[in-house]
């Protein structure tokens, strides 16, 4: 029997894609376990869905530490006690350090509100209002040391409609993360997704685009 794929999962706020991984898991969709959900805001709501559902839970509050390399410290030993095959970045609102993105290299996967590399970092909805766009979408990419830079897995696009709002491509947006982080995962649990050190392959064929989320 093979092990069954343990993830860490890193939040700081409403946790709704930790919800929708927890559903699939329950439901047997996603063949994987999360050991830990940590926090770094102890009023994130991810941590009483958390509790709710019996997980393990912890805050890391980078408040309570001198400086930022005593937090990443701590947040990297933490994850690293729990030997996990991957970590999920679910609404996570810091910067990882960069010792433990080495650490954890091709193994750090993060969902990101927009058509990457097209706007990266914060507000992702209000600046492509702002620019009048006409499309916006979902990526999930590996983790690197640089901002919302890593190889796109996965991504998809939906329209922008000329009344749309913020509110309401958020609530476009997070329809569809809902469904593709579970996929995505279960995805690299089965072995379907493979990433090497220098190739990604996906259902036996390496890839050099992102796979378009519904196309497959
Ligand atoms: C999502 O929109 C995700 O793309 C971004 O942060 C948000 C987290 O939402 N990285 P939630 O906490 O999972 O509800």
């Given at each position: 029997m093979t092990a069954v794929t343990n993830i860490v999962v890193i939040i700081s706020g409403n946790g709704s894609n930790l919800q929708s991984i927890i559903d699939s898991i329950e439901s047997g969709q996603l063949n994987a376990r999360i050991s830990l959900v940590i926090s770094n805001n102890a009023?994130?709501?991810?941590?009483?869905?958390?509790?709710n559902h019996g997980l393990a839970n912890q805050v890391i509050?980078?408040?309570?530490?001198?400086?930022?390399?005593?937090?990443d410290q701590t947040l990297l030993q933490t994850v690293i006690s729990q030997h996990p095959d991957y970590?999920?970045?679910?609404?996570?609102?810091?910067?990882?350090?960069?010792?433990f993105i080495q650490t954890f290299e091709n193994r750090i996967i993060n969902i990101h509100p927009s058509i990457l590399p097209h706007y990266k970092g914060l507000n992702t909805h209000q600046r492509a209002l702002d620019n009048g766009e006409s499309e916006h979408g979902v990526s999930i990419h590996i983790v690197t040391a640089e901002l919302d830079d890593g190889p796109v897995l996965l991504q998809c696009r939906y329209p922008i409609e000329a009344e749309d709002s913020v509110a309401d491509l958020q609530q476009k947006g997070h329809q569809l993360e809902h469904r593709m982080y579970p996929q995505l995962l279960q995805w690299l649990c089965s072995g379907d997704l493979q990433i090497g050190e220098n190739s990604i392959v996906f259902k036996q064929q390496e890839i050099h685009q992102p796979v378009e989320f519904g196309s497959v």
């Open positions: 009023e994130a709501f991810g941590l009483i869905r958390a509790q509050d980078h408040h309570d530490f001198e400086d930022r390399a005593l937090f970590i999920v970045l679910a609404g996570f609102m810091r910067i990882l350090g960069r010792d």
